[in-house]
């Protein structure tokens, strides 16, 4: 079997897995596109620290975590009403320090000459001003938003870390692919990719 990188010989060619390319699948894809991967949303972090983490929240069957999980839903709404495209929150984990929230925010895609990086910056702004003590709810009262994580409504300097795309490449060439924002598109490239500023001609190997 002449297949490299998980391919499989059909008798006169390779079937290639995803991503991966060439007569032997010997190569990985020069561009791959993970912006219907990621959707249109903006992975955050809250600190909410008046608020102690107890064992019920780390089961997300149990009524201590729906109870938290809705009214921290609430809550972002409240604080997120007015930024454009805005249609809810997920709640993907809850973890100690008071209560560390890691949630997800959900997005439309944006219209007109709104684009995803004033989406995320509106996010944060409404998150930040509502972190002051005076304009809270009882749940926020003190809830900071520390940083975003990734995600296709990230500014460029939160999905910038070729983490985000080790996910979605070949596992023995994933080190060489970085993010690269195209208009509303995110792509995972590699200093090979044609027409990317600073690529490099591989024709050569």
């Known amino acids: 079997d002449p ?14 897995p995803r991503n991966v390319v060439g007569p032997f699948c010997q190569f990985g894809a020069p561009t791959i596109n993970i ?9 955050m972090v809250a600190h909410v620290t008046n608020r102690n983490f107890s064992k019920d929240m780390g089961d997300t069957s149990s009524t201590t975590y729906h109870s938290f999980v809705d009214e921290f839903s609430r809550t972002m709404d409240r604080i997120y009403h007015n930024v454009s495209g805005y249609r809810g929150t997920r709640v993907l984990t809850l973890t100690r320090g008071s209560v560390v929230v890691n949630y997800k925010v959900l997005l439309h895609p944006p219209a007109g000459d709104t684009s995803l990086d004033h989406q995320a910056r509106e996010l944060l702004e409404a998150a930040n001003a509502a972190a002051q003590p005076q304009n809270c709810s009882h749940l926020a009262g003190r809830c900071q938003v520390t940083h975003c994580r990734s995600g296709l409504g990230s500014p460029d300097w939160c999905s910038s870390s070729p983490e985000l795309c080790r996910k979605y490449t070949p596992a023995k060439f ?8 195209v208009q509303n ?6 200093n090979c990719t044609l027409n990317i500023p600073g690529s490099i001609n591989c024709n050569s190997g």
């Open 3 to 16: 297949c490299q990188n998980g391919g499989h010989w059909m008798g006169v060619s390779c079937s290639c």
């Open 35 to 43: 912006t219907a991967e990621l959707d249109h949303s903006l992975m």
């Open 174 to 181: 994933s080190q060489y692919y970085y993010p690269y924002r």
């Open 185 to 190: 598109s995110l792509l995972c490239v590699t």
